[in-house]
Nanobody, 123 residues
Framework: QVQLVESGGGLVQAGGSLRLSCATS????????TGWFRQAPGKEREFVAA????????AYADSGEGRFTVSRDNAENTVYLQMNNLQPEDTAVYYC????????????????WGPGTQVTVSS
């Protein structure tokens, strides 16, 4: 019912920045919250940030607070994740996901997922 595609990943050096995009299509009107999650090899998928389409309220994991900013473009049905001062521990596949309810940090409460985009931060 909802399709999401991430873009903007790549290789950066520590201290660099990336801006990820999540394009949403399909039945976008059912989406209440779009979240960003990441998963490194051998690690569980973890919450990064989320934004609500109504009101624009945001939430961030402690790991990204002060460095990451999530925003949305209503006209384009696109959510962005601006990542500054990236560190090697930020290396992971980043996924955007859509939920029909208010922002939650647990991935099991998100209904639709994009295929992910790789972010690699070198020392």
């Amino acid at each position: 019912q909802v399709q999401l595609v991430e873009s903007g990943g790549g290789l950066v050096q520590a201290g660099g920045s990336l801006r990820l995009s999540c394009a949403t299509s399909g039945r976008t009107f059912i989406v209440s919250t779009t979240g960003w999650f990441r998963q490194a090899p051998g690690k569980e998928r973890e919450f990064v940030a989320a934004i609500r389409w109504t009101g624009g309220g945001t939430a961030y994991a402690d790991s990204g607070e002060g460095r990451f900013t999530v925003s949305r473009d209503n006209a384009e049905n696109t959510v962005y994740l601006q990542m500054n001062n990236l560190q090697p521990e930020d290396t992971a596949v980043y996924y955007c996901a859509a939920s029909r309810i208010a922002a939650l940090t647990q991935p099991q409460y998100y209904d639709y997922w994009g295929p992910g985009t790789q972010v690699t931060v070198s020392s």
